[in-house]
């Protein structure tokens, strides 16, 4: 019993120092590596990067926020530039409200007869037909016939009736095929357009005239039976273009319309117009242009309070205007423009009475300071109406 115990006792302790090697050499190694690594540590640290990737380095981060730029400006690229926001050229992306804008081409490859069948497709716009020749249009549900809450322009002139604010859409001398485009704005814009932009603004831009050079008749005759006609004519000579525009538009009755009813009805119209305008470039930034317009309408009247005389509406409108523009690079320039409007109208439903309308308007736009833009005006408008019985 006593040579087996010295055995065992013999054994475990050959056994306990072959596991302190093992331990010791373990350490060894580990100590070793973690010695190697601190070496390779430093010299990485203390190893400079050649100069070109230090260029490299350096830029990548101007490099990268470009290209974030470039992406931004593709996003946006085809808003494209619109006035109406803050009487001065801005990218749509960047104006104080959402604007929409009604191109040229669509108007065109829209088919549409007149300006006002534009607005029923247009966002945000409530456009609703009163009957067969009169509409209510606003902005955001606020529309009625007679209502002032919305602004209504063309290149950017108040076109509003002098008497009760809103608009009667045949009496705009506007043709389709001579608008540049429609801006919308669908917000509060009187502090740039005044009080009536309460609700929103829509400005018709036309075409000028170096754009409209050459002859354009076209002739529109839909399923009722309505026709819309216009022959247009531009030329320039020189630093001086100018643009002529007659149409004629018939609108039958309801009654005329539907073919196998028989009723009465007197929402017939024949409009008549005639549009001119001429442009003088002083050079690419400064240029004065001066037109005039007429619309004789003749419709039938509509009941108003249940009262309807059965009396035709004669309406006589005419509009002159005088722009000069001028500018000093982007940033700098200013307007100073005249236009008025003088009516004859017959409504024997409402009233009767003639109106003067002159307005005269003045602009300069300056840079007060890097990075800043500022834009002072003043406006004077004269308006004289006399009611007849």
């Known amino acids: ?70 992406v931004v400006d593709l996003l946006f690229e085809d808003f494209g530039v619109v006035v109406t926001a803050g009487r001065t050229a801005q990218p749509a992306n960047m104006t104080g409200v959402p604007i929409s804008v009604i191109t040229a081409a669509d108007l065109h490859f829209g088919g549409f007869s007149t300006v006002v069948d534009a607005l029923f497709f247009a966002p945000g716009v409530d456009a609703l037909a009163v009957d067969r020749n009169r509409f209510a ?24 009736n002098a008497l009760f604010g809103g608009v009667d859409f045949e009496r705009l001398p506007l043709f389709v095929e001579d608008l540049a485009r429609i801006e919308i704005g669908r917000g509060p814009g009187g502090a740039v357009w005044g009080a009536n ?69 007197r929402d017939f119209s024949r409009v008549f117009r005639f549009d001119s305008e001429a442009e003088y470039r002083f050079s690419a930034s400064s240029s004065l242009r001066f037109g005039a317009s007429h619309v004789h309408i003749v419709r039938g009247d509509f009941p108003f309070l249940v009262f309807q005389p059965g009396l035709n509406e004669r309406i006589d409108s005419t509009t002159a205007h005088a722009q000069y523009e001028w500018g000093e690079g982007e940033d700098q320039g200013g307007v100073l423009q005249w236009y008025g409007t003088f009516e004859d109208v017959n409504r024997p439903t409402l009233w009767r009475y003639s109106s003067a309308d002159n307005s005269l308007e003045g602009s300069l736009r300056f840079v007060p300071a890097e990075g800043h833009e500022a834009m002072v005006g003043a406006a004077l408008r004269l308006v004289r109406i006399r009611t007849r019985r």
Not at 229 to 257: H, N, P, T
Request: net charge negative.
């Open 1 to 70: 019993m006593r040579r087996g115990s010295d055995r065992l006792r013999g054994g475990a302790a050959a056994g306990g120092a072959c596991c302190a090697r093992l331990a010791l050499a373990a350490m060894t190694v580990w100590a070793a590596a973690a010695e190697a690594g601190r070496a390779q540590e430093q010299q990485l640290q203390t190893q400079q990067p050649p100069a070109s990737q230090q260029r490299i380095d350096e830029q990548q981060p101007l490099e990268e926020a470009s290209d974030a730029a470039s």
């Open 197 to 265: 932009a309460f609700n929103g603004v829509v400005n018709f831009i036309r075409k000028r005239p170096h754009e409209t050079l050459g002859a354009l008749a076209s002739v529109t005759v839909d399923e009722f039976g309505d026709a819309y006609s216009q022959l247009r004519w531009g030329a320039e000579q020189g630093a001086l273009a100018w643009r002529l525009s007659f149409g004629y538009d018939q609108e039958v009755s309801s009654e005329d319309a539907i073919s196998g009813d028989d009723f009465d009805s």
């Open 137 to 160: 249009v606003g902005v955001r549900g606020l529309h009625q016939e007679f209502s002032d809450r919305t602004l209504f322009l063309i290149d950017g002139r108040n076109a509003s």
